[in-house]
Each structure stands twice: as C-alpha cells, then as structure tokens.
C-alpha cells in the first residue's frame, strides 16, 4: 500500500474513533427524540440545502426503507431548499405542515449557516452537521469538525446509518445483530 492511501485509511479511521466518542450522546438524544415522535403520531421533517442534499437524501431513503428491519416507511417529508441558508423554506409551507409531535431535522455541512430565524421555538428541531472547522455549542446538534469534504461525507454516511439503526431499536426493539 502506498503512504497516501495507508494516511487516508488512517484518518479515516481517526474519524469514525471520534465519532464514536463525542456523538453518542447527541446520537442517543436525537434517537429518542425521533422514536417518541414517530410513537406519539408525529412526522420527522427533514430539511436542507443543495450542499447537504446527499445526507439529507441519504436519510430520506433508510427512513424509506429500513436499516435492521424490513417495515414500512417512517412518516417523514423531506424539503430541499435552493438557498444559501439551510432550514430556510417557505415559512408558510412548514407552519402549514409542522405539528406539535413533529421533529425538524435540519442537515448542514456548516451549522453556522443555519438559518433557524425562520422556525418558531416552539417548534422542536435538532441539527445534524460535520463541519469545519469549529464545531457548535448549540443545544440539539449532532455535529462533528471535520478537515475535508471527504471526512465530511463519511461521518454524514455514518451519522445517518446510525440514526435510523436506533430509531428502529427503539420503535422494533431490534438490534442490528438479530
């Protein structure tokens, strides 16, 4: 192997190590969050812009299609927004269809890009981001700093797989080994 790929192989697995680490809790959090939505009649709202669409596809499909589990699809929307500033949509759109057991997921490569103005704070949302370079203190978000858009697509992968897999635990009572 030669000392390019042996480094990325090396920081990739420095990643998912540090993913393990400081995302756990946020991860458990945002799990719990989705299942007693998704328990109580709620729909999990996702939303980002055209940078973080993959994630955000990503997620739309394991919601879709099951992780551990076959079962039908998970009440969800995804909304796509062409601005500058993820969870920014029409405001009109999402008061129409935001409910009070539904959860906001807001997907951005960068939290500081968020524009959360728009969603009323009575409105429950988390923020799933790895982003560089500085991660964010704000309360809801599942974010990790990352130093390239190849590391960035990798914990996005991983942070999404994650999350439907515990969601799933906690509606079926799986884990992913049975």
Known sequence: MNDT???SIGNQMELLARLGMELQKPLDELANACATSLLSGGKLIL???SESQYCQNLLSHLLSKGEIVERPTL?????HTETSNTGSPNIDMLEH?????????LIARDAQQIDTSLI????????ICAHTPQPTNSPNTLGLTVTNRSQWLTASTLLC???VQQIE??????????
């Open 169 to 178: 635990q906690r509606l079926f009572g799986l884990t992913p080994h049975e």
């Open 75 to 79: 009440p969800m929307l995804s909304i």
């Open 47 to 49: 939303i980002s812009d």
């Open 120 to 127: 009323h704070a009575d409105q429950r949302r988390h923020t």
């Open 5 to 7: 790929l042996t480094n």
């Open 97 to 105: 269809l935001y409910q009070p057991d539904d959860i906001i997921i």
């Open 161 to 163: 797989n994650l999350l």
